[in-house]
């Protein structure tokens, strides 16, 4: 595999479908793998053919979180780097959906998250991972479950280890629906946004974002959120506890 195959694009019906696609290594984070899912969201947006997003993972997985030992490694800029893919899908100007086929732990969840709309397949599994592993939540999660979820929901996902199958995610709100095959489920979903004006379209996301929170901008709360984890997710990096927590989880 060639780095320049890390992400995956294709436009059809005015649905681009972005795909992280590193299946053998369960679609986990890198900072190049991020660097071109930002930038295949910035060629989607640039696309005056293209009226929606869908965001899924190849093979089994959605996404497995950030790569270990980039994590390991990572200083609060190399955060930045394998936060910088999700980032961009959660500033997209357009509807953004995520087809959740299979795991999307951690940084991965972060990615999810990050979407408008969640689609869960039958395998979907929703797990913020990040206490287990002796680590911060980091990217914005805190803010972004909160959103989603609701304080209850999120308090038990980010301090009590609460993870969400497919029926539990839309029990809880935090995906739309199930479907056999998200993709497909997304792309019918797509369809409203794509058969519209797209101006109306890109017009109606920005209004929603700036009336969310009256008195302040939806991403502005998120780089907020980002901005304020980040300097403890580093401090945790550095941590004897995270390091013996990574070390046992790269050996599995």
């Known amino acids: 595999m060639t ?7 294709s436009v059809t019906d005015r649905v681009a479908l972005i795909t992280v696609n590193d299946p053998d290594r369960r679609n986990a984070v890198t900072a190049t793998m991020s660097a071109q899912l930002r930038a295949a969201v910035q060629r989607a947006e640039a696309d005056v053919g293209v009226h929606a997003v869908i965001v899924t993972g190849a093979g089994r997985a959605f996404c497995a979180g950030a790569d270990l030992s980039a994590l390991g490694a990572a200083t609060e800029d190399g955060l930045l780097a394998l936060y910088d893919g999700f980032m961009a899908v959660a500033q997209c100007t357009l509807p953004t959906i995520a087809a959740v086929n299979g795991a999307a732990v951690g940084a991965g969840l972060n990615l999810a998250l990050a979407a408008d709309v969640r689609i869960a397949g039958p395998a979907a599994l929703f797990d913020t991972r990040f206490q287990q592993l002796g680590l911060h939540p980091g990217g914005g999660a805190t803010w972004m479950l909160h959103r989603a979820v609701g304080p209850q929901v999120a308090r038990a996902a980010l301090l009590f280890g609460m993870r969400f199958d497919a029926e539990a995610a839309v029990r809880h709100g935090l995906a739309l629906q199930i479907a056999a095959d ?7 979903l797509a369809a409203g946004p794509a058969s ?57």
């Open 196 to 252: 519209a004006p797209r101006d109306v379209v890109v017009a109606t996301k920005a209004t929603m974002r700036t009336t969310a929170s009256p008195g302040a901008v939806e991403g502005e709360l998120h780089e907020f959120a980002k901005r304020t984890e980040l300097g403890p997710q580093a401090a945790t990096v550095e941590s004897p506890a995270f390091a013996a927590r990574l070390a046992a989880a790269q050996r599995r």
């Open 182 to 188: 998200p993709v497909a489920a997304a792309m019918t």
């Open 3 to 9: 780095p320049s195959d890390l992400v995956l694009f």
